[in-house]
């Protein structure tokens, strides 16, 4: 019999937890329905990735090591995407330029990379002003 007793117990300790835990979050769901939010904000407007040309140059030279650059735009419209288009060779140079720009020794090199995304994002906003891009994302930067 005390061992019925124990498992009763327990039950009804687990059971008294269950409870707790979810008591909470279920009040917590119903006021958000009955306050008109019936769940997470969500973007209404999706973000579009525009892939920019793969990017492949030589630093340094005809002995240079050479860079190659595969990005995209993440556009936050459509609307955005004939004026990306049209500047296509604007944003190409603006990489060239940056990638260019980047130290001559091979260490400093790679630690420019590491920030190259926040050095060419003012960039390309500034090529498509007024209009900005939501993001830039760096799908591969490679030296060999």
Request: glycine share 8%; net charge neutral; proline share 10%.
């Amino acid at each position: 019999m005390p061992a019925l007793s124990r498992s009763r117990t327990s039950a009804g300790a687990y059971l008294l937890l269950l409870v707790l835990v979810t008591l909470p979050l279920s009040v917590g769901w119903a006021l958000n329905l009955v306050a008109g939010n019936p769940g997470p904000v969500t973007n209404p407007h999706p973000t579009i990735g525009f892939d920019l040309p793969v990017i492949n140059t030589q630093l340094g030279g005809p002995e240079g090591p050479v860079v190659t650059v595969r990005a995209a735009l993440l556009l936050h419209s459509a609307a955005q995407i004939p004026l990306v288009g049209q500047k296509m060779p604007k944003l190409v140079d603006v990489v060239l330029t940056q990638l260019h720009e980047l130290p001559s020794g091979d260490l400093e090199r790679r630690k420019a990379l590491a920030g190259l995304h926040d050095k060419l994002l003012p960039y390309i906003n500034g090529v498509l002003a007024p209009e900005k891009i939501d993001d830039l994302l760096l799908k591969e930067v490679t030296i060999r």
